[in-house]
């Protein structure tokens, strides 16, 4: 049965006139409401944490508090900065599963993470979204992956969506160049499509103005009217915004310090002797005895509302389900029989989370969507595609200007010995810089999108490496027949093809190697120490000391460089094979025979097809790597 938002009926005059006027300044929702309304309580929640990876001490975030967020109020956790509600309503988001003791329960059945992942959406402080695609892309995206309705049916679902939130007329503007008030309902948007019955908001009125804040809390308001339980962080509202508010939750220092209806504040400080001066902010009064300005009335708050169990100053709220059942919400008491003592019958919502699957759509249908939207925004990333294009191709002109017709030359043949190995030196820092630096802005965006179940992490990954693909190969194209032919190199199209080969498979690597790097380190710390870390791989390739002359225990890092093999591939493809004698323009060239060369250089017996497979098997385990790095990351939530 469908909770409709006109038989929520609040007993308190005031709340009902706040709905009323919220309900003036929008459209009336064309968004189903929602059938099985959440009723989230958390009981004795503590969580601590590290400061620091080498740290010993944990810090104590939150100490054992409990409340309950009910479906048609929108709840409003507030506190100072460091109290901990970000950190608690992550853990109710189910965004933090770690190092936290408490339960949590959903319509009176303990909550199974993966189930309430199902039918919740966590929209994040940061918008992070693609700001290349315009508001219906990015809707369409969205729809694609999350909805498995008929095509129709879903650009009517958008449609409705993006009137209601007032988004219509930006539907062709790049996201990029939306406001912020525009973002932040095209952050609630884009989650609304497969209309969850709950939605977890961090902060989602920081950075607007007072008018786009209005507007944000009004439409959050409504959404909660029509069942959804809304629940959302707020550092410091105005007066104008608490009137909106259902139900306010305060923290400080991990303690609950305030449960209750927004109306309530005022009565509840005057019963502890705490007076709010007369047409100042209570909420700024609130925050400011948390802090102390008025003395250390901490412990008093606390008790006063038994750490979040108390609901003596909530407001009571009638939800009427059908003709025939009721709900109501009255005060809650800190027993362990938390629902029954509430009176709280949950005919309706006490039956299992919808068995629905936990992607809408299947890995061929997310891998197709997400390799379009990578394909889109790699033609409209001028930066990250025109630019790595037109770099490998100045630099292409720029060497084979300088080595100009040397490659058949026997006289030239230790200068076109450097610049076979130039060549790969510059594809593997070019290849690895790309990811380095591209990959850790996408993770804010993977994180928010992957956690709200858009797709599957694997079916990204793939359709991340798929859409780059043609971009690098176009680059590594670019620079190596440019240089080939301009270098003079000898022309025979088997030689041309594996030397193509060859390189575009270290650029692979490369860039494997920097998808590690950008995985497991920030921007900052990848620009540092990542050319630190692929160093090694140059020094032991065999162009600087080679293998004949190391000494015998270093051997095993030479044959740990990849790109010893590239290196190795490349000099087989251009002076093995049976090439003949080369021609000499000076009186006497002493590696005028190519075997001389190889035989000097240490790499006589070298065959280029075990050079490839060592490098794809090295690829495939690199790629596994970062693809595993990738994951753990995103579990733990870094």
């Not at 971009?471 to 301009?486: H, R, S």
Request: hydrophobic share 45%; aromatic share 12%.
């Amino acid at each position: 049965m469908a909770l409709d938002s006109k038989t929520l009926v609040s007993t308190t005059s005031t709340s009902n006139s706040t709905a009323n006027n919220s309900t003036n300044h929008w459209k009336e929702l064309s968004i189903p409401c929602i059938d099985d309304p959440f009723f989230l309580l958390f009981q004795d929640i503590s969580y601590t944490r590290r400061e620091n990876v080498l740290a010993r001490e944990r810090k104590t975030i939150l100490r054992n508090i409990s409340g309950d967020f009910r479906p048609g109020e929108l709840t409003a956790i507030m506190g100072p900065s460091g109290a901990g509600k970000t950190t608690l309503m992550d853990i109710l988001a189910g965004f933090i599963t770690s190092s936290f003791d408490g339960n949590v329960t959903v319509n009176g059945i303990e909550r199974n993470l993966v189930e309430f992942r199902r039918s919740s959406a966590y929209i994040m402080q940061d918008d992070n979204m693609q700001p290349l695609f315009t508001v219906e892309e990015a809707m369409l995206v969205a729809a694609d992956l999350k909805l498995t309705l008929k095509p129709r049916e879903r650009l009517r679902r958008i449609e409705e969506i993006l009137s209601v939130m007032g988004l219509t007329e930006s539907r062709f503007t790049l996201i990029g160049a939306l406001s912020g008030g525009q973002k932040k309902r095209l952050a609630i948007a884009l989650e609304l499509i497969n209309n969850p019955p709950i939605i977890f908001l961090d902060e989602p009125t920081s950075g607007l103005d007072s008018v786009t804040s209005k507007q944000c809390i009004r439409f959050l308001k409504q959404l909660a009217l029509e069942g959804r339980t809304i629940i959302c962080t707020i550092h410091q509202p105005s007066a104008s915004l608490v009137d909106m508010i259902d139900h306010l939750y305060v923290v400080a220092e991990g303690y609950c310090v305030y449960t209750g209806g927004s109306h309530n504040l005022v009565p509840y400080l005057s019963s502890l002797g705490l007076r709010c001066p007369t047409h100042y902010n209570p909420t700024d009064f609130i925050i400011e005895i948390c802090n102390g300005d008025y003395g250390d009335h901490l412990s008093r708050l606390v008790e006063s509302v038994d750490n979040g169990k108390s609901n003596t100053w909530r407001s009571s709220m009638v939800l009427s389900l059908g003709k025939t059942e009721e709900i109501i919400v009255t005060h809650m008491s800190a027993s362990s029989k938390i629902l029954q003592q509430t009176n709280i019958r949950v005919p309706s919502f006490e039956v299992e989370y919808k068995h629905t699957t936990y992607y809408a759509t299947g890995f061929w249908k997310q891998f197709h969507v997400l390799l379009r939207r990578n394909a889109i925004k790699l033609s409209r990333d001028k930066i990250l595609t025109l630019t790595r294009i037109s770099m490998h191709l100045l630099i292409a002109l720029i060497v084979g200007a300088i080595f100009f017709r040397i490659g058949q030359d026997a006289t030239y043949v230790l200068d076109n010995f450097n610049l076979l190995f130039f060549n790969l030196m510059f594809l593997m820092f070019s290849a690895f810089s790309s990811t380095l630096i591209t990959l850790p802005l996408e993770l804010p965006i993977l994180m928010r999108e992957h956690f709200n179940r858009w797709y599957k992490l694997r079916s990204f990954y793939l359709a991340n490496k798929f859409a780059d693909f043609p971009v690098q190969l176009t680059a590594t194209c670019i620079y190596t027949l440019i240089v080939y032919f301009m270098s003079n190199q000898i022309f025979e199209a088997k030689r041309l093809i594996l030397y193509v080969l060859m390189c575009f498979v270290v650029t692979l690597v490369a860039q494997a190697i920097g998808f590690i790097v950008g995985v497991g380190l920030t921007v900052q710390n990848g620009v540092i120490f990542g050319p630190l870390i692929i160093l090694p791989f140059t020094i032991f390739s065999g162009f600087f000391v080679h293998l004949n002359d190391a000494h015998p225990y270093l051997h095993w890092l030479f044959h740990m460089s990849f790109l010893k093999y590239g290196f190795e591939g490349t000099m087989i493809t251009i002076y093995g094979y049976d090439r003949p004698k080369m021609h000499c323009s000076d009186v006497y060239c002493h590696l005028a025979m190519p075997k001389q060369l190889l035989i000097a250089v240490g790499m006589k017996q070298i065959d280029y097809w075990f050079c490839m497979i060592v490098l794809i098997v090295l690829y495939i385990i690199l790629d596994t790597i970062a693809y595993i790095i990738l994951r753990v990351r995103l579990r733990k939530r870094i």
